[in-house]
């Protein structure tokens, strides 16, 4: 069965680090990986995405992700984080070999401190 | 281009009764999804419709059920309403199964729903 792990809760950052937002996945095949974001008291948005090709991709707000098959893993990166990335931020994955719905993480909480 | 819209922004009932939500996907679009998310719980996914047909569901009772319209918009019900439903319900929309590209569920802002 596929499934999909956010290690951590909450991640604090002080603004102008780089952050990082842990993702794990597991599928049987190759994965379709996705990265959403979600503001206060708001619905969730497209940040990126990995289908095929390049392992680094590249998304919305400066973020980017790699996609590393041999960890299984895919990331959330930005070099230089501003107070406004506070956000909660939710992985996602799908097997492109079976007819079944994407799996969402249950998110990780992102504090950017000033 | 107009995204994802859901209605109402926010509804009130009381238990057993019955709440019936809304979503417009966005033009083009004919997958619709439903979530719950409930405080601490992330997103839990509850239905997924295409091209007017249920595709996947997710591990709700029966009394959350759904349809998609002919123009693809949906609705979603849910009977016998109980406090732990009170939660914010978010509806996506995607491409046809089948493009790659239908793998981008694009979001509403959500509907919230608090059971008293």
């Known amino acids: 069965a596929q499934s999909v792990a956010q290690p951590e809760d909450q991640v604090n950052v002080a603004e102008g680090n780089p952050l990082t937002v842990k993702c794990t996945y597991s599928v049987s095949g190759n994965p379709y990986l996705f990265w959403y974001v979600q503001y206060p008291n708001r619905g969730l948005q497209f940040l990126l995405k990995y289908i095929t090709g390049d392992n680094l991709v590249k998304g919305s707000y400066g973020f980017e992700a790699e996609f590393n098959k041999s960890q299984t893993s895919f990331h959330l990166k930005k070099p230089s984080a501003l107070v406004s990335d506070s956000a909660l931020y939710f992985c996602a994955v799908r097997d492109p070999n079976r007819d079944d719905k994407i799996i969402f993480g249950k998110g990780t909480r992102l504090h950017i401190l000033p | 281009e107009a995204g994802v819209t859901q209605s109402p922004t926010h509804l009130i009932k009381t238990r057993g009764q019955q709440a019936t939500l809304r979503c417009s996907p966005i033009?083009?679009?004919?997958?619709v999804y439903w979530y719950q998310q409930a405080l601490g719980l992330g997103l839990q996914f509850l239905l997924w419709y295409d091209e007017g047909e249920e595709r996947n569901r997710g591990n709700f009772p029966p009394r959350f059920s759904g349809r998609q319209f002919p123009n693809y918009s949906s609705e979603l019900n849910v009977n016998a309403l109980e406090l732990e439903d009170s939660a914010l319900y978010l509806c996506?929309?995607?491409?046809?199964?089948?493009?790659?590209?239908?793998?981008?569920?694009?979001f509403g802002p959500g509907t919230r729903l608090l059971v008293l």
């Open positions: 996506a929309s995607s491409l046809a199964v089948g493009q790659v590209e239908q793998e981008t569920q694009y």
């Open positions: 033009s083009g679009h004919t997958s």
